[in-house]
């Protein structure tokens, strides 16, 4: 788990835009998904607009949520999450038979080995249309780390599957061709993904993982045709010759303009619990602005039916909220973002940062309700108080610090400052969440006589000059700082809150992101039980404890689980969100008739 | 043509005048600013102003609401908007719950005190090197000359955002990015204007009574450069106030909290659909302010010198 | 004779004029050429000569407002032609300048108090109230109001301003005056009231005037010698009564013959003599004598050679002539004699 840092710092680099702007998500009117499916209407072609690409197009490689929105459409996963309202994070068969347990023999008593069967009749489009078979997923697993361009998240997995982090190592050393690369998969045995027979994938581990079927959702796990060995991984030329095995195929892909989906003849409904398929095609213009992305799904033309890249912009959100919009959705994102850290190594105010009884003093001192008002309100900023948002498996909702300013005054006077400090606040000047979350903070402690001054910081230099530089923490830089966090997938995902943020060295910056240098001997245990544990109750208590173990530390002050605004023309229909791509489901909304075409 | 010479001495004193003090030029351009209507209701405004600015902390006194002070009950709705003008906050809320009025108050402090510092070192860099260049002629005017084009040709709000995006933001850089480059079309009015002036006689009288190079400078041209002088300076004080709100506004003013107008405006960008008072009222006193400045430069002019009508504004 | 207090010695000034027509071009303008001339203590030397002849240049070569290009300066004795800066001031203090325009001579922004103290502040003479009253004494005796002290130049008429720079001058208690066509920009009405007015400074505060003018009524009243000036030369010099009795330059007389005679009784009244053509450009002069193109007594030996300045006839060392073929008393520049010595 070597290189979270890197990757998670991408991916909070995308949340905090967002939070640049009014806040990372909005809140108002609900869902608009209640139309009734009986009434439901089939045919027409979903237009959705954008203001830019899909990372990859491919499955194996692809690691941001407008990948993830597109693949929906033509690339179907073992494991997935359907758009059913209130299960959007609850894994459930896709491509496989039945999700596997220790009860029908889909996971050994040891719990390190899964055996996945895949259903009869999933079609590869090829001429003539093929089943998807084992061999397809042992291939689509050993394609995530080619040497030409690999999965981001790996390291997710890297030291779960057996053989892989080897599998991998040999791999690097690879020539960056399509043939040498197919050499080395089809040569090369994965010892921790086999294909059993034409349809069983069995997957062996290091150590038992409850939450391995919520990864198995990651579309790094998609089957892989033999024919996607003929170009270079998450290659154009791929992208323009994919093979598909969900309702649609990609037509035509013109990077950062135009994406056009059609009907695969080789899919069949029957063998597909997910994808309803309502309409004939899906267009995807990615030449918009975000500005008039919304204007034009607010006057509801013909031609303008979902988002895909864009949320609405920030500056209309309020609006959009204050008058209730029913297209406005607000929904999940499984994150901790903002959140405060405390950096338990400053030097300043004789190391004072670095006494529990300072950092709890703070937790109490510190008005969080106040922040989520100021970032946009409760709606669109819940108040999380502790490490995991609701959606992951092991949170609970637990406070250990009602704002109490009174009591923090009498801590801080007992950890030995009656006459309270001066600690310097890093954020980014240019983001207007930071900012006020800043300004917020600098009231709030100024009440227990603790003194904020700001050091403001550009977009660009926050990661790279201060958060991830250990000497800048070390030497006192800084004493709190924002930061975010999201999973990379749903249900069971605390390790991937807890390994890259609270595991003590290992998680240090600059290739982990425990930027406050946290380190407990109690969490670092609970995390490596949580994390091997062969029983889902047993892990998330675990997790749990975890959870309680870093609150009692306060090595962080969490802020809020933000939601995730995305907004629909009128005439479209079942919109569900679903968190792991940020958006609403295309593969299952449908148009009102007669607003259909364009 | 016939000259009577030798006639008795001529001491006649001329018939008194009916003033002992003359009325000088200044003097003479003030009565002139005065019959001004346009002119003399923006230096109202404009000192109303500077009284605001002056005493806004008997803003934040009357109304109680200290100028950072966030009011996350009364001054916000739930869902973190701010609040309209009502009875306790006159000039309605900000994203933070605060009071717009004291804001505003405060913010004229960092609008004038920018626009007033930054144009006084405009002023004497631009003064100074455009007496130098001109008198001195040369070399000296030869490197200043240069100088000024140099100066004149940069994009400078690109490089002011670059300067201060590497400095960081605060009310010093900010002034020193202003005054470095401003004090080019400054100096090359000036320079002209000692040009011209260095070749009167009343500076070779000067020098006939053995004044020096400086003392000539500053005694004898300086005062005949004033005019325009003034009358770009009254015209650079609004351009230095737009600047300074630009800065601000693309995030590279005074660091949080502290209220400024362009800070003020840029905060109210993402509310302009929902809180119009946000974003309105800071920007009419921007816009306020800086008319009456132009308004009140236009009338300066007039007054000064009809003369420099043409003189180029300041950009 | 006690020791000239001025003496000019083969001075010599040229400019170099940049034409914008001819590029690169630049061309030499002999302003002054080669003049040599000495001012006794308390007399007053008038210098005329028609307009461009370089009258103004001469004097600001003596009066050290010009570099020198050639020949040197003395003033009571001391070499000042290559002094600058600090080692000069203390002769600035002596010899003060009134210059031809009132208006372009006094600073506009200057109130008149602080013009006429304005020597004083730089010499340090006198402070505060005591350079109040010295200025306002100055103005009382100039003729100017003392109240008006605080008005600006704008508030006064022509003749007054000439007062101020008067006063101005007067405030060091110089030795020399150098006035460079005092009355020439004044109304015909003022320009006595102001000539009187330097007459009687001049023996009130003992004074040595190089007065310049072309203006020779004007001369002949105020001057005790002339020098005439054509084209940067000076081609004559003598006392007033022995230059208008008995001119030897044919430029001399020809400006003479359009002075009106002191006496418009007096029977000696000579036609005016006009020159024909233009004053030649100084910056290419003609050659030999410079005043042979207009010249009606040229002759053939005068293309060539340039006469020098001296005496001629019998004239004593004070009359110099630069002429090869002056005129004789009485003659007459057509070359008739009236008294019929030839
Ligand atoms: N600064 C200068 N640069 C170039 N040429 C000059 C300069 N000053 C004077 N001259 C030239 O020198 C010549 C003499 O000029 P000057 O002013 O001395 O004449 P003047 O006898 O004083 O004439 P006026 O009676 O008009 O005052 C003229 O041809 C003039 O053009
Ligand atoms: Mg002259």
Redo the contacts with the bound molecule.
Sequence with gaps: MRTWGGRRAALVGVCGLVLMTAACGSSGGGGSSGSANENASRGGTLNMLGAGDVDYMDPNISYYSVGYLALRLWSRQLFTFPAVSGQTTTAVPDLATQVPTTGNGGISKDGMTYTITIRQGAMWNTTPARQVTAADVVRGVKRTCNPAQPFGGTPDFATLIQGYQTFCDGFAKVAQTPSAIAGYIDKTPLPGVVAQGDTTVVFHLNHPATYFVDMLTLPAFSPAPVEVLKYLPASQALGQHEVSDGPYQVTTWTPTKEIVFTRNAAWKASTDPIRKAYVDKVVVNETVSQDSIQQQLQTGTASADMGFDQAPPPSQLPGLIAKKDKNLNLGETASSNPYLVFNTVSPNNRGALGDVRVRQALEYALNRSDMDQVLGGQTVNPPLTHILPPDISGSTDFNLYPTDQAKAKQMLAAAGYPHGMTLKFLYRNASEGSSKVFQTVQQQLSNIGVKVVGVPSPDADFYTKYLQVPSAARSGVWDLSLAGWGADWYGDAALSFFAPLFSGPPSYPPLGSNYGFYDSPKTNQLIQQASTATDQSKSGALWNQADHQVMQDAAIFPITNPQQASYHASQVHNAIYIPAFQNFDPANVWLSPGTNGG | MTIRVREAPDRRVEPPAPDVVGRGPWELAWRRLRADKVAMGSLVVIVLMVLVAVFAPVFAHVTGHPPNMQYHREGLTPDGLPRPPNSTFVLGTDDLGRDILVRIAYGARISLGVGVLATMLTVVVGVVLGLLAGFLRGVVDLVIARLIDVVLSIPFLLVAIALVSVSGPGLTITILVIGMFSWASMARIVRGQVLFLREREFVEAARSLGASDLRIMFVDVLPNVLAPVIVYTTLLIPVVIIVQATLSFLGLGLPAPAADWGGMISEAQNYYTVAWWFVLFPSLALLITTIAFNLLGDGVRDAVDPRIGRLVRPR | MSDPLLVADHVTKT?T?RRRASRGGSQV?R?VDDVSLAIEPGETLGLV?E???????LARCVARLYPLTGGTVRFDGHDISTLSGRRLRPFRREMQVIFQDPYGSLNPRRRVGSIIGDGLAIHHVADGSARREQVQHLMEVVGLNPEHYNRFPADFSGGQRQRIGIARALALRPKLIICD?PVSALDVSIQAQVINLLLDLQSDFRLTYLFIT?DLSVVRHVSSRIAVMYLGRIVETGTVDELFANSRHPYTRALLSAVPPADPDAADSREPVVLPGDLPS?VNPPSGCPFHPRCPRRQADCELAMPPLDPVYDDGPDHLTACLHPLRAGEDLSGATSDGAA
Excluded at chain 3, 51 to 57: L, V
């Design positions: 400019f004029a303008v302003a000569g307009t461009g002849c370089g009258k103004s240049t066509e072309h100084s």
